[in-house]
T-cell receptor, first 112, second 111 residues
Framework: DTGVSQNPRHKITKRGQNVTFRCDPI?????LYWYRQTLGQGPEFLTY????????KSRLLSDRFSAERPKGSFSTLEIQRTEQGDSAMYLC??????????FGPGTRLTVL | GDSVTQMEGPVTLSEEAFLTINCTYT??????LFWYVQYPGEGLQLLLK?????DKGSNKGFEATYRKETTSFHLEKGSVQVSDSAVYFC??????????FGSGTRLQVQP
């Protein structure tokens, strides 16, 4: 399967803990995006990378959130000191330049 | 900034009924327009797209026409099936950054 993959698929954590998610994009895609989706809503943009450069961050991305794409391939999204409001589905997508974005299955985070 | 307004769901139809899901947007410049679909338990998939005014995107019997004058991209299908039950998202893309999604419209098709 050469699609976008995300790990883990589900994460349950206690408030105050740190969590890290991983996204592996389609191999030739230079753009990688992170979105957050809460129940009954559409995905909301968090941040995106072109190769290893993080080009834009949403105001939704507080200083507890950090994303990296160190070699321009896979990316990680870390949330420090999780809060219950962080519970959501975290989606990763990739694209070749400004073409169609391909989405991964998402990581569902539950903060207790 | 970019924004999208979609008709609220859920939309409940009988099999073989005609479907319209309205979408209007505000965006800088002339965005490409997309409809994405999310089937139960699955990730987002591109359904169709249109990249310039008056273009018609089509796929799996669904169609949408890029109407620049009304900034709309309404989704239509002549005869829905139970397997079309899903959440549909409209999204413009100006190419500057990421997609801006509407809140989604849930479609339920009953046999």
């Amino acid at each position: 399967d050469t699609g976008v993959s995300q790990n883990p698929r589900h994460k349950i954590t206690k408030r105050g803990q740190n969590v890290t998610f991983r996204c592996d994009p389609i191999s030739e895609h230079n753009r990688l995006y992170w979105y957050r989706q809460t129940l009954g809503q559409g995905p909301e943009f968090l941040t995106y990378f072109q190769n290893e450069a993080q080009l834009e961050k949403s105001r939704l991305l507080s200083d507890r959130f950090s994303a990296e794409r160190p070699k321009g391939s896979f990316s990680t999204l870390e949330i420090q000191r999780t809060e219950q409001g962080d519970s959501a589905m975290y989606l990763c997508a990739s694209s070749l330049n400004v073409d169609e974005q391909f989405f991964g299955p998402g990581t569902r985070l539950t903060v207790l | 900034g970019d924004s999208v307004t979609q008709m609220e769901g859920p939309v409940t139809l009988s099999e073989e009924a005609f479907l319209t899901i309205n979408c209007t947007y505000t965006a800088t410049g002339y965005p490409s327009l997309f409809w994405y679909v999310q089937y139960p338990g699955e990730g987002l998939q591109l359904l169709l797209k249109a990249t310039k005014a008056d273009d018609k995107g089509s796929n799996k019997g669904f169609e949408a026409t890029y109407r620049k004058e009304t900034t709309s991209f309404h989704l239509e299908k002549g005869s829905v099936q139970v397997s079309d039950s899903a959440v549909y998202f409209c999204a413009p893309d100006t190419g500057r950054r990421a997609l801006t999604f509407g809140s989604g419209t849930r479609l339920q098709v009953q046999p």
